[in-house]
């Protein structure tokens, strides 16, 4: 059984502030890790994807991997009320369609 | 540059009533998916397409069905509905998987 496990809030931080959100998975064999934001009553959207072990950054979001630990993370830095949304984890299966499996998400409260 | 679209947006119905979700996309993308997405569940898969003329079932398929009538389109059929499907369904399709996925804006389905 695949399994996708997020912190699971709700996180508050104050506007400017680096918001950290957490993923750990349970198939080893993963190899693409996606990040989602899904304000709410909309559909999810992407954000990020990571494949290698490290950091990947675009602009104020990092996306790091560890696949030792089967662990993915996502920083926002100087959040905005704006980032205030559900961040969603998703790890791709090996099967021929990609299929993701999501976490349950994590709610982010930016406060002005 | 419609994206992927699904109809209807919102739908009430009785218990025991059958309906079909639909669902099309313009961007020429071999893999289609449906999702249900309860409070606190995060996003599950229901059913997918790797491409034209194959279907699987997801993590729970039970009370559905799917039809992928061709590259662009994908149905998604609850036969005799039951309040244990009331949920918010995503249709969502992808290229190669590793660029991730293009939801649907979502049917919000409520079954009284």
Not at chain 1, 74 to 79: A, E, H, N, P, V
Not at chain 1, 84 to 111: D, H, I, K, N
Not at chain 2, 25 to 40: E, I, K, L
Request: glycine fraction near 10%; include cysteine.
């Amino acid at each position: 059984q695949k399994e996708v496990e997020q912190n699971s809030g709700p996180l508050s931080v104050p506007e400017g502030a680096i918001a950290s959100l957490n993923c750990t998975y349970s198939d080893r064999g993963s190899q693409s890790f996606f990040w989602y934001r899904q304000y709410s009553g909309k559909s999810p959207e992407l954000i990020m994807f990571i494949y290698s072990n490290g950091d990947k950054e675009d602009g104020r979001f990092t996306a790091q991997l560890n696949k030792a630990s089967q662990y993915v993370s996502l920083l926002i830095r100087d959040s905005q009320p704006s980032d205030s949304a559900t961040y969603l984890c998703a790890v791709e299966g090996s099967g021929s369609a990609r299929q993701l499996t999501f976490g349950s998400g994590t709610q982010l409260t930016v406060l002005p | 540059n419609a994206g992927v679209t699904q109809t209807p947006k919102f739908q009430v119905l009785k218990t025991g009533q059958s309906m079909t979700l639909q669902c099309a996309q313009d961007m020429n993308h071999n893999s289609m998916y449906w999702y249900r997405q309860d409070p606190g569940m995060g996003l599950r898969l229901i059913y997918y397409s790797a491409s034209e003329g194959t279907t699987d079932k997801g993590e729970v398929p039970n009370g559905y069905n799917v039809s992928r009538l061709n590259k662009r389109e994908f149905s998604l059929r609850l036969e005799s509905a039951a309040p244990s499907q009331t949920s918010v369904y995503f249709c969502a399709s992808s290229q190669t998987g590793r660029d991730g996925y293009t939801f649907g804006s979502g049917t919000r389905l409520t079954v009284v």
